[in-house]
């Protein structure tokens, strides 16, 4: 009779060198691009500005609206030179990580971890179920986090010669709109991960965040 053989645990708990400076290195990227937002829309909020820069010029100087936004708009583009700037980083390392799923040996690929999960999701015994779903779920949010950050690059991508490419100036708007709305997808991404994570590695994956930032499990075996 054929026996089936659940996929080892391991290959979906083994953070090669390259996938840890590409996790952290992204996670520092993605951050550095939502700040850019932050400062662009928040904190500095250059079209709000105006009354505040007729303010610091005191009554003997009138700024006129396209002045008072010349202005806004110079502080705007050195963020947003920052903004592509990070984002051209961004999309480097996208391509490393795609090169990465070319190079690394089969088992640690993402497909592969994402079919392991699965298999292991639908043989796990009664007792493994909840565990092997939750495997699988966590797998799931980072299948759709890849499928966000592809649509931020190339839209990103877009944006960025939409000046120099008609046929890209044509749907800048409708580009913008996607490249806006999945922003929110990617910051709902990340707190649910951040939250599940730290949640995992505090109830029953101890050393899981350590493991993704040394690579080595803190666990002694008998623990694993
Ligand atoms: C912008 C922030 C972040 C992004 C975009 C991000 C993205 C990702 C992605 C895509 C994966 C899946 C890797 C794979 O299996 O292919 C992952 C795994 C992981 N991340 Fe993050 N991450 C972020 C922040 C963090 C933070 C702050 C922590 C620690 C508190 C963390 C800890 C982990 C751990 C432990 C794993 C492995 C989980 C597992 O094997 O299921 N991440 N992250
Ligand atoms: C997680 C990553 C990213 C986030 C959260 C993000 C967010 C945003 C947001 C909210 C806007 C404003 C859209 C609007 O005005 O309606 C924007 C614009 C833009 N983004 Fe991104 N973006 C990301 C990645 C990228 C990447 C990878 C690139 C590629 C270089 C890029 C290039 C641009 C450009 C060129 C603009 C338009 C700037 C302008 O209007 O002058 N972004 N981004």
Do not use: C
Not at 30 to 43: A, D, E, N
Not at 64 to 75: E, F, N, T
Not at 131 to 152: C, E, G, Q, S
């Amino acid at each position: 009779m054929e026996t089936t053989t659940l996929p080892p645990v391991a290959a979906t708990h083994d953070y090669s060198l390259a996938m840890r400076i590409w996790h952290w290195a992204n996670a520092a990227l993605i951050s550095g691009q939502l700040l850019t937002i932050l400062f662009l829309k928040v904190i500095v909020d250059t079209k709000s500005a105006g009354p505040e820069f007729q303010k610091a010029l005191g009554p003997s100087v009138v700024l006129s609206q396209p002045q008072s936004r010349a202005l806004g708009h110079v502080i705007s583009e050195r963020i947003w030179s920052w903004h592509i700037g990070i984002g051209l980083t961004l999309a480097g390392f996208w391509l490393f990580w795609t090169v990465m799923q070319a190079l690394d040996p089969a088992g640690r690929r993402f497909g592969a971890r994402l079919r392991a999960a699965l298999q292991r999701y639908r043989l796990a015994p009664p007792a493994e179920h909840a565990d092997a779903r939750h495997a699988l779920l966590a797998k799931l949010t980072y299948a759709a986090f890849y499928l966000f950050v592809t649509i931020m690059v190339v839209t990103g991508l877009g944006l960025t010669w939409a000046d120099d490419v008609p046929w890209l100036h044509g749907i800048e708007h409708t580009v913008k709109e996607v490249h806006n709305f999945t922003m929110y997808l990617i910051i709902a991404y990340i707190v649910a991960h951040v939250v599940g994570v730290v949640w995992a590695d505090n109830r029953d994956d101890h050393g899981l965040v350590s493991r993704m930032i040394s690579g080595e499990d803190p666990r002694k075996p008998d623990e694993v």
